[in-house]
């Protein structure tokens, strides 16, 4: 049986801690989702959000899990006769694959092995066929802790391949890693508020460029609950199409101040301090599972080199200081363990974590 009044510390890969004042943005009095007040809180929320995402394009916020967007960006943008190549290195990369196929859409995918890049010699190689509309990629894989090349990526893309769209699943990047999505030339770019912005689930934040959108007006049968179009319409007077999750986008409000307050080179430095931390401990105790140079700064996943039983651990520490880190996803369960490094979670967080994992591992 939980303990309500004294839940675990979450120090797994999302959702990831959240602290008391956020939760309490949550417990503020509810608004009329289309009355002005309501209108006022969308308005200052998305302005700040693009302060943060660094554009001048279309933010849209979601009453959805980022997953949700997975299917809205191939929906919206690819046409029933168009192809997508979907880069897969790792679980999400490559469940978004199966999600453009289950729209209808063909797909080929550029496959690696988990904890490698996706490099851009690799999709300049595949592009150069002309066959592709769009790519999916994903700018930091949860299921591995890698971050892709994106921004190399970006300026192949740019120079060799300006008009294939490119979505981006950023759920465990936005706001923490580096993101200037006008400067990158992106078209959808996604994340869930359970990462980074340390709120709880139920909420994702969605930005789609002028062109993205201009494309979703001539694509058939793009359904209603994800339509960029009828998005888009709503945004025009600060609303949204469907009941919006009021208190998640008052705490994303309440975020957007701390993180323009802090700055957002301040917030990328202060996620690789934390990064370089972990990536340090794990060097020492196990190993990195990615090459470092291609190591995430909002989660580690280390290789299991002691093979220790990782479930175990992970128990005896929730017993022990009601804290939980992450097991290996999916085929990596038990081969590796995961550590967040992300949203509110700080440095002496981290030091004390891993102490205790000295402790307990020897």
């Known amino acids: 049986m939980v303990d309500w009044k004294n839940p675990p510390r979450l120090f797994i890969p999302g959702p990831v801690k959240v602290n008391d004042d956020v939760l309490q943005q949550l417990a503020r009095p509810t608004l009329g989702h289309r009355g002005k007040e309501y209108t006022q809180l969308h308005g200052q929320t998305v302005d700040m959000l693009k302060k943060i995402l660094f554009t001048e394009q279309n933010v849209f916020l979601s009453t959805s899990s980022a997953s949700g967007i997975w299917e809205a960006a191939i929906r919206n943008c690819v046409g029933p006769d168009e192809v997508v190549l979907s880069t897969c290195c790792g679980a999400f990369s490559d469940k978004w694959a199966s999600i453009v196929e289950s729209c209808g859409r063909g797909v080929d995918e550029l496959k690696v092995d988990w904890g ?25 894989e949860t299921s591995t802790g890698l971050t892709n090349p994106v921004h190399e990526i970006s300026a192949m893309m740019k120079e060799k391949y300006p008009d294939v769209l490119v979505f981006v699943d950023a759920v465990s990047a936005m706001v923490a890693l580096p993101m200037k999505f006008d400067e990158l030339g992106w078209d959808v770019v996604f994340a869930s508020v359970q990462k980074a912005f340390a709120i709880p689930p139920g909420l994702a934040v969605a930005v789609v460029s002028n062109r993205a959108l201009e494309k979703s007006r001539n694509v058939p049968a793009k359904g209603y609950y994800f339509n960029f179009e009828l998005w888009a319409k709503a945004a025009e007077k600060n609303q949204t199409l469907v ?11 309440y975020q957007c101040e701390k993180l323009l307050a802090e700055g957002m080179e301040n917030v990328w430095r202060r996620h690789k301090e934390m990064g370089d931390f972990v990536r340090g401990w794990a ?19 280390i290789k299991n080199t002691r093979g220790i039983n990782v479930a175990e651990t992970i128990n005896a520490i929730q017993q022990k200081h009601n804290t939980i880190f992450g097991n290996g996803y999916g085929k990596l369960k038990e081969e590796t363990f995961r550590i ?5 979670i700080t440095l002496d967080d981290l030091k004390e974590l891993l102490a205790w994992l000295d402790d307990e591992i020897g």
């Open 116 to 140: 490698k890049p996706v490099l851009p010699e690799m999709l300049d190689e595949k592009l150069a066929t002309g066959k592709y509309a769009a790519i999916t990629i994903v700018y930091n």
């Open 243 to 253: 009941t919006p999750n009021i208190p998640h986008i008052m705490a994303l409000n």
């Open 340 to 344: 967040a490094h992300m949203g509110d």
């Open 283 to 301: 060097k020492e105790k196990f190993e990195l599972f990615c090459d470092e140079r291609y190591a995430s700064n909002t989660l580690t996943t």
